[in-house]
C-alpha cells in the first residue's frame, strides 16, 4: 500500500480497511461458487390476516451457512452481492428457487420475495420473472415482489416503469420498510403498491411509546384513504398484536406468529426441495 507514509493511525485505518475489503472479496468469491452449487437456502416467514389470524403468505428470506464463517447475515451478503457484480445472479437464484418451493405447498399460499435496487434497475426483470412462473408453474397472484423506497429512488423513472410491466403480469408489488427511508406520499401516490410493510421500529415500541402508537395511527388512515393494505413488520409479543388488533392494522408479520422457517420438504404434497 503506497499510501502508508502519513500518520500512525492513518496508517493503521488503511489496514485496517484494506482488510475488511479483501475480506469482502473472499466473501464474494464464495458467495459465487455457493450460488453456483445451489448452496444456499431459503426460510419462509409466516404473515397473518390480524383480525382472523389467517395466513396471507410467507415471505422468502435468503440464508447462507458458510462452511467456515457459518451462518452469515443476508444484510451482509446481499450487499456483498451488490458489490461485486452478483446481485443478479442472487437475485435470480431466491427468485427460482422461492417459486419452485411455493409451486409445491398444498395450501396454495403466497410467497413475498425481495428484491434490490439493482434487480429493478434491470430492464431484464419483468421477462425474468415471467420465465421463472412458466417455469415453475406458480400462478402470478401468488407471487409478491417487496421493495425498499431506496431501491426505487435509485432511478424513479425506470422503477416505474419496470413495476408497471410486473404488475401487468399479474403480481402483487410491496413496498417494504416503510417508516424509516424517504417515506416520501408522492411514492405512494405514483407508485401503484399493494401492500405497505411498516418498518419493525414501530412494532418495538407501539406498547411503550404514545408517538409510535400515532405513527401506525397515521400510516393505517393513510393506507386507508389509499386503499392500500398495512403489514406492520416485526411483532413480538401478544400486547403488540392486540394494539394492531385495535387500530385495524390489516396484517402482521413476527416472530410471535413464526421465525422464518425452512422449508418442510418431508410434508406429504410437498415436492422435495
Ligand atoms: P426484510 O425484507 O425487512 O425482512 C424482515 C427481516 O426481519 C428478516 O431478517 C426477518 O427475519 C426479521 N424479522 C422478522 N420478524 C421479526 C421480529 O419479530 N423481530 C425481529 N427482531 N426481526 C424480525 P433477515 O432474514 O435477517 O433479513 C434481513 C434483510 O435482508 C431483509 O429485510 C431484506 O432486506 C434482506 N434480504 C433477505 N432475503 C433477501 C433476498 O432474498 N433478496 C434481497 N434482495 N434481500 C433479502
Ligand atoms: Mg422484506
Ligand atoms: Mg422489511
Ligand atoms: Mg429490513
Known amino acids: 500500500r503506497a499510501k502508508c507514509d502519513g500518520a500512525a493511525s492513518a496508517c493503521f485505518y488503511d489496514a485496517r480497511l484494506d482488510e475488511a475489503i479483501r475480506d469482502r472479496r473472499e466473501m464474494a468469491a464464495d458467495l ?6 445451489d448452496a444456499l437456502e431459503v426460510h419462509y416467514q409466516v404473515q397473518e390476516h390480524v383480525a382472523t389470524r389467517a395466513v396471507t403468505g410467507y415471505e422468502a428470506l435468503l440464508r447462507w451457512n458458510h462452511p467456515e464463517r457459518g451462518a452469515i447475515p443476508p444484510t451482509v451478503f446481499v450487499a456483498v452481492a451488490e458489490e461485486h457484480g452478483l446481485i443478479l445472479s442472487l437475485g435470480e437464484w431466491v427468485l427460482r428457487k422461492a417459486c419452485a418451493e411455493a409451486a409445491s405447498w398444498d395450501n396454495g399460499s403466497k410467497v413475498a420475495v425481495n428484491v434490490s435496487a439493482l434487480q429493478l434497475a434491470h430492464a431484464e426483470l419483468p421477462r425474468l420473472i ?27 423513472d425506470r422503477a416505474l416503469h419496470v413495476l408497471r410491466q410486473i404488475k401487468a403480469l399479474g403480481i402483487g408489488v410491496a413496498l417494504d420498510d416503510f417508516g424509516t427511508g424517504y417515506s416520501s406520499l408522492e411514492t405512494l401516490r405514483a407508485f401503484p403498491f399493494d401492500k405497505i410493510k411498516l418498518d419493525r421500529l414501530f412494532a418495538s415500541e407501539i406498547v411503550e411509546s404514545a408517538q409510535a402508537t400515532a405513527i401506525i395511527r397515521a400510516v393505517l388512515a393513510l393506507g386507508k384513504s389509499l386503499s392500500i393494505p398495512v403489514l406492520a413488520e416485526g411483532i413480538e409479543t401478544h400486547e403488540q398484536l392486540a394494539v394492531l388488533l385495535r387500530e385495524g392494522c390489516d396484517e402482521a408479520q413476527g416472530y410471535l406468529l413464526g421465525y422464518p422457517e425452512p422449508p418442510r420438504q418431508a410434508e406429504p404434497g410437498r415436492a422435495a426441495a
Open 32 to 37: 459465487r461458487l455457493a450460488i453456483a452449487a
Open 130 to 156: 415471467h420465465e421463472i412462473l412458466m417455469e415453475t408453474g406458480l400462478p402470478p397472484k401468488r407471487l409478491e415482489i417487496e421493495l425498499t423506497e431506496s431501491a426505487i429512488m435509485m432511478d424513479r
